[in-house]
């Protein structure tokens, strides 16, 4: 069974390396062509970097490990958490934090790592009743936070928006760049879907030859899949001038939120109708 264990640290650091190298750059770039501002550019982040979360909670769906999704959304949500403080701290930013809007953020990323804790200290069963709450969990974070966005933080993006007003011309410019953008993106999909499917037979495998609890699995996987996001919370910082710091904040504030609201209420859902499912 060695070479079962090889094949998970293989197969988990191919998700990581394509996510961090080819995925999250390939979407940053698709970004800046459109020139979006730092909350959408923060949002696609949060896309990007909820991939690898999506498809190890899927193939451990397909594989039947229900208790593996559920301590991979905590693992990841918490990591994700730890990472963005570091970050944040690391590029003294801490004072850019006061503000309410993003207070607000905040608190409703605890929520997102609350929630599920909850659920397993309560011995909830992951039903496919579970998958209507969490829809609903997630229009009202989505609500919640676009709202908080427009009253606290939209200030941070009308320099860019009036930016884009003034240069209406790159659209044609780019429509052929943006293709390329997605055309790769497509690739990488498929590449990721196939690795995937190979981990989710690997972590079966496991399970079956070493007896290993389904939660050491999952926490194990939301260590892997949470290093995406620890590199875009340090890239949002730096991208912008120190004037502009507190767009780097937005950004990679709402790449947090974003990806951990997936995670539980998105990605969760998902894999709580396959198991149902399978």
């Known amino acids: 069974m060695i070479i079962e264990i090889i094949k998970f640290i293989v197969l988990s650091s191919l ?7 080819i995925l999250v750059k390939l979407l940053r770039k698709l970004a800046e062509a459109l020139n979006l501002s730092a909350k959408v550019v923060g949002d696609i982040a949060g896309v990007a970097t909820s991939v690898p979360e999506f498809l190890t909670v899927s193939f451990s769906a397909f594989a039947g490990l ?4 559920i301590y991979n959304i905590i693992s990841s ?21 006061n503000n309410k809007g993003i207070k607000v953020q905040l608190i ?10 909850l659920m397993v200290i309560s011995k909830i069963e992951l039903n ?14 989505y609500y919640i936070n676009s709202n908080v966005h427009k009253l606290y933080l939209k200030k941070q993006d009308e320099r860019i928006y009036n ?21 790769a993106l497509l690739c990488t999909s498929v590449i990721l879907y196939f690795i995937g499917d190979n981990l989710g037979n690997v972590l079966e495998n496991l399970k079956v030859a070493f007896n290993i609890p389904e939660a050491i699995i999952g926490i194990a996987l939301g260590f892997i899949t949470s290093l995406p996001e620890l590199i875009t ?8 001038k120190k004037e502009d710091a507190k767009e780097g904040i937005v950004e990679a504030t709402n790449n947090l939120l974003t990806s951990n609201i997936l995670n539980l209420f998105i990605i969760q859902t998902i894999g709580i109708i396959i198991i149902n499912l399978v």
């Open 233 to 240: 919370f340090f890239e949002s910082q730096k991208h912008y």
């Open 66 to 69: 229900a208790g593996t999704s």
């Open 15 to 21: 998700i990581v390396l394509i996510s961090k190298y």
């Open 77 to 97: 949500n918490v990591i994700n958490l730890i990472q963005y403080i570091a970050a944040v701290v690391l590029n003294k930013n801490q004072k850019l934090l």
């Open 108 to 117: 409703l990323v605890m929520a997102t790592i609350l929630i599920p804790i």
């Open 128 to 141: 496919i009743n579970f998958t209507l709450v969490f829809i609903l969990l997630f229009i009202l974070f």
């Open 163 to 183: 930016e884009i007003e003034k240069e209406k011309k790159w659209i044609k410019g780019k429509i052929k760049v943006i293709i390329k953008y997605l055309v």
